[in-house]
């Protein structure tokens, strides 16, 4: 059994917002091991990218801690903050804003090969040619400028800059989201190949289901900061257990015909992460939701599958009558 690499204990991430707190991430805990894949899904300002942002450390935590490879990396600063650099790198959702348009691809991928001089200056063209060979980019490429690049060309740029440093851990922010879906199947695809053969590990943040489905090993659900749901990545598509995960895996499109298939539709709107409703911060949207809902918030606990949890006072009671197209 692979050990963990990766350890998220109580982390916390409030912006101020006018003298206020916003909550972009509550209390939020997980494990990631060795060579796997741990998707992070969620609707738009969920706090799943804050997550990311302050694992890399490009954001501060307001509280609880990071472990990477057993070490606490939350206040790690000088050479030790450096360090981190090569183990843990990140894919940008926009492949556009996150390359400098000043430079040339060549000049993009031997930048942080100098900074962190992992290899001699006579070594770095070598292994820019390895990184084009690796993520199939053409090497006829690398004296043009990021915008005379396709979308899925500069996308590739980006995961040979994050894969430039030999990384152990590599968080991956929405990296296809932006991309055609044939491209998608593309980039997807290498990346599974290439975390075979150099053992990375992956944080997939997206909200794209079908996607996490495809290379996730693990996933866990956002909503509103928190973390409602996790389990193994085909046991939460057969059997979700939150109401929230429920509504999510209904709107994923499907070219199988399914008679019983529903579309959920929630009603009302996200709380505001300034103030989140006492109890669960998702009863205001839920069709099960009873009393209790609004004054005790559940805890993220076990259910009767194995390595699935839930954070529902009602995951196990079925009811009928659930809002639908």
Same mark, same amino acid.
């Given at each position: 059994?692979?050990?963990?690499?990766?350890?998220?204990?109580?982390?916390?991430?409030?912006?101020?917002?006018?003298?206020?707190?916003?909550?972009?991430?509550?209390?939020v805990?997980?494990?990631i091991n060795?060579?796997?894949?741990?998707?992070l899904?969620?609707?738009?300002?969920?706090?799943?990218?804050?997550v990311?942002?302050?694992?890399?450390r490009?954001?501060p935590?307001?509280?609880?801690?990071?472990?990477?490879?057993?070490?606490?990396?939350?206040?790690?600063r000088?050479?030790?903050?450096?360090?981190?650099?090569?183990?843990i790198?990140?894919i940008?959702q926009?492949?556009? =804003?996150?390359?400098n348009?000043?430079?040339?691809i060549? /000049? *993009?991928?031997? $930048?942080? !090969?100098?900074?962190?001089?992992?290899?001699?200056k006579?070594?770095?063209?070598?292994?820019?040619?390895?990184?084009?060979?690796?993520?199939?980019?053409?090497?006829?490429l690398l004296?043009?400028?990021?915008?005379e690049?396709?979308?899925?060309k500069r996308?590739?740029?980006?995961?040979a800059?994050?894969?430039?440093?030999?990384?152990?851990?590599?968080?991956?922010?929405?990296?296809?989201?932006?991309l055609?879906?044939?491209?998608q199947?593309?980039?997807?695809?290498?990346?599974m190949?290439?975390?075979?053969?150099?053992?990375?590990?992956?944080?997939?943040?997206?909200?794209?289901?079908s996607?996490?489905?495809?290379? =996730?090993?693990?996933?866990?659900?956002?909503?509103?900061? /928190? *973390?409602?749901? $996790?389990? !193994?990545?085909?046991?939460?598509?057969?059997n979700?257990?939150?109401?929230?995960?429920?509504?999510?895996?209904?709107?994923?499109?499907s070219?199988?015909?399914?008679?019983?298939?529903?579309?959920?539709?929630?009603?009302?709107?996200?709380?505001?992460?300034?103030?989140p409703?006492?109890?669960?911060?998702?009863?205001?949207?839920?069709?099960?939701?009873?009393?209790?809902?609004?004054?005790?918030?559940?805890?993220?606990?076990?259910?009767?599958?194995?390595?699935?949890?839930?954070?529902?006072?009602?995951?196990?009671?079925?009811?009928?009558g659930?809002?639908?197209?």
């Amino acid at each position: 059994m692979n050990k963990a690499l990766l350890e998220v204990r109580e982390l916390k991430k409030y912006f101020d917002a006018k003298g206020k707190n916003l909550k972009a991430v509550d209390n939020v805990s997980f494990t990631i091991n060795e060579g796997e894949t741990m998707g992070l899904v969620g609707e738009s300002g969920c706090g799943k990218t804050t997550v990311g942002n302050v694992i890399v450390r490009l954001l501060p935590a307001t509280g609880g801690s990071v472990y990477f490879g057993g070490e606490n990396i939350t206040e790690a600063r000088g050479r030790g903050n450096k360090a981190l650099c090569r183990d843990i790198q990140i894919i940008f959702q926009d492949p556009y =804003s996150s390359l400098n348009p000043k430079k040339t691809i060549r /000049k *993009i991928l031997a $930048e942080p !090969l100098q900074v962190q001089k992992t290899v001699p200056k006579n070594q770095i063209s070598a292994k820019i040619e390895q990184l084009c060979y690796e993520t199939n980019l053409q090497p006829g490429l690398l004296n043009k400028y990021p915008h005379e690049l396709d979308g899925g060309k500069r996308q590739t740029v980006g995961i040979a800059r994050a894969l430039s440093l030999d990384p152990k851990l590599i968080v991956c922010d929405e990296p296809v989201s932006s991309l055609d879906v044939s491209i998608q199947a593309q980039i997807i695809n290498m990346m599974m190949d290439l975390q075979k053969e150099k053992k990375l590990t992956y944080l997939f943040i997206s909200h794209d289901l079908s996607v996490v489905k495809h290379i =996730s090993t693990r996933i866990k659900v956002m909503y509103l900061g /928190k *973390i409602v749901e $996790e389990a !193994l990545s085909d046991d939460l598509f057969a059997n979700p257990q939150h109401p929230y995960t429920k509504a999510l895996l209904s709107a994923v499109p499907s070219i199988e015909p399914e008679r019983d298939k529903k579309r959920i539709v929630l009603g009302g709107d996200v709380p505001s992460p300034i103030d989140p409703p006492p109890g669960c911060r998702f009863c205001k949207r839920c069709w099960m939701a009873e009393k209790i809902c609004s004054i005790v918030e559940p805890l993220l606990d076990k259910t009767s599958q194995k390595e699935h949890c839930v954070a529902c006072h009602f995951a196990d009671k079925q009811k009928t009558g659930m809002p639908a197209e």
